[in-house]
C-alpha cells in the first residue's frame, strides 16, 4: 500500500479531479463572476499538476518557475476579466452570460 | 498515518470541498469563500512537494489579491451579483461539461502507469524550491519571459483601468447651446430672428 501524499500520482488526480470540477462549473454556471471563479480553478489544477511533476526532476526549476508565471497571467487576468464584467455589468445591468446577445441575429 | 499524509487529507479535501462550493453556491460570496479553501488546500500541497516560494507566492497573490478583488467586485454589485433568474438549458451544459470533465480526467489517467505503485517521491534535495533556486532559474534560464511578463502586468493594470471606466451608455447629453442665437446676444442673420422666443414678453 502505497503512503498517500508520497506518490506522484495522488497530485496528478487531485489535480485532474480540481480541473474537472472546474470545467464543469464553468459550463454549466452563467454567472460570470462564478465562470471567472472556475478558469481560476482550473488554472491552479494545472499549477499543482506541474509542480507535482517538477518534484520528480530533482535539480530541475521549469515546472516551478511555469507555475510561477502562470500565477502571474492569472493576476493580470483577473484585473482585466473583472473590469470587463463591471463593464458588462453597465451595459446590461446583468451579470448572467446568457444576457451578452447584443451580436446575436 | 504520518504527518505529510495527513497534511495531504486535509489539503486535498480542503481543495475539492472548496472547488465543489465555488461551483455549487447561490452566492457569489460563497464561491469566492470556495476559491480561498481550494486555494489554500493547493498551497499546503505546494509544501508538501518541496515548494516553498510557490506556496507562499500563491498565498499572497491568490489569496491576498485575487479573491480580495473578487469579493470587492461582488460588493459592488451588490444583490445583483447573485441573480435570482436561473440557467435555461442546464441539461446540455451539465452533459457538455461532463463531457469535458471526462476527457481531462482520461488524458491524465491515460498517461498514469496501470501497474505498479506510481512514483514514490523521495525525499527532495534541500535546495529544490527554494527562492535561491527558482531566482536562480528565474533570472538565468527565463529573463526574458520574466520581463515580459512585468509589462503584461503593466498592460493588465492599465488595460482594466481603461476598461472599468466607460461612461454608462444612453442618450448623448447635447450641449445647452445648440443655435447660434443662443451662442451670442442677438441673430447672427436678421433672417434667422423668426423663430427666437422673444425676452421680456
Redesign the interface.
Known amino acids: 500500500m502505497s503512503v498517500l501524499g508520497q506518490v506522484l500520482e495522488h497530485y496528478i488526480l487531485l489535480a485532474s479531479v480540481i480541473f474537472g470540477i472546474g470545467a464543469i462549473g464553468f459550463l454549466v454556471r452563467s454567472n460570470v463572476l462564478v465562470q471567472l471563479m472556475s478558469v481560476e480553478l482550473m488554472l491552479n489544477a494545472v499549477n499543482l499538476a506541474l509542480v507535482a511533476y517538477n518534484r520528480v526532476h530533482e535539480g530541475n526549476m521549469g515546472g516551478q518557475r511555469f507555475a510561477f508565471f502562470i500565477i502571474a497571467v492569472a493576476a493580470a487576468e483577473v484585473a482585466v476579466g473583472l473590469a470587463i464584467v463591471l463593464a458588462y455589468y453597465r451595459l446590461k445591468s446583468s451579470v448572467l452570460s446568457e444576457d451578452a446577445d447584443t451580436l446575436r441575429h | 498515518?504520518?504527518a505529510?499524509?495527513a497534511?495531504?487529507?486535509i489539503c486535498?479535501i480542503a481543495?475539492?470541498a472548496g472547488?465543489?462550493a465555488?461551483?455549487a453556491?447561490k452566492n457569489?460570496v460563497r464561491?469566492?469563500m470556495?476559491?480561498l479553501a481550494?486555494?489554500g488546500g493547493?498551497a499546503g500541497?505546494?509544501l508538501?512537494?518541496?515548494?516553498e516560494?510557490?506556496a507562499a507566492?500563491?498565498l499572497i497573490?491568490?489569496a491576498g489579491?485575487?479573491v480580495v478583488?473578487?469579493v470587492f467586485?461582488?460588493m459592488?454589485?451588490g444583490a445583483?451579483?447573485?441573480?435570482v433568474?436561473e440557467?435555461?438549458g442546464?441539461v446540455a451544459?451539465?452533459l457538455?461539461?461532463?463531457v469535458?470533465?471526462?476527457s481531462?480526467?482520461g488524458a491524465?489517467?491515460s498517461?498514469?502507469?496501470t501497474s505498479g505503485?506510481?512514483?514514490?517521491?523521495s525525499a527532495?534535495?534541500p535546495?529544490?524550491?527554494t527562492v535561491d533556486?527558482?531566482g536562480?532559474?528565474?533570472f538565468t534560464?527565463?529573463i526574458v519571459?520574466?520581463e515580459l511578463?512585468t509589462a503584461?502586468?503593466i498592460?493588465?493594470?492599465v488595460?482594466?483601468?481603461a476598461?472599468?471606466r466607460?461612461r454608462?451608455?444612453g442618450p448623448r447629453r447635447l450641449a445647452p447651446a445648440a443655435r447660434p442665437t443662443d451662442l451670442f446676444g442677438g441673430p447672427v442673420n436678421p433672417r434667422d430672428d423668426a423663430g427666437r422666443p422673444k425676452e421680456n414678453g
Open positions: 498515518m504520518s505529510a499524509s497534511l495531504f487529507s486535498g481543495c475539492v472547488a465543489l465555488t461551483v453556491a457569489p464561491s469566492a470556495g476559491l481550494t486555494i493547493i500541497l505546494f508538501l512537494l518541496a515548494a516560494f510557490l507566492i500563491q497573490v491568490y489579491a485575487i478583488l473578487f467586485v461582488i459592488l454589485l445583483d451579483a447573485a441573480p433568474r440557467v435555461q442546464k451544459k451539465g457538455a461539461g461532463g469535458l470533465a471526462a481531462a480526467g491524465v489517467l498517461l498514469l502507469p505503485k506510481g512514483h514514490a517521491l527532495a534535495l535546495t529544490h524550491g533556486a527558482i536562480r532559474s528565474i534560464d527565463a519571459p520574466f511578463a503584461l502586468l498592460v493588465a493594470v488595460g482594466a483601468i476598461i472599468a466607460t454608462p451608455v
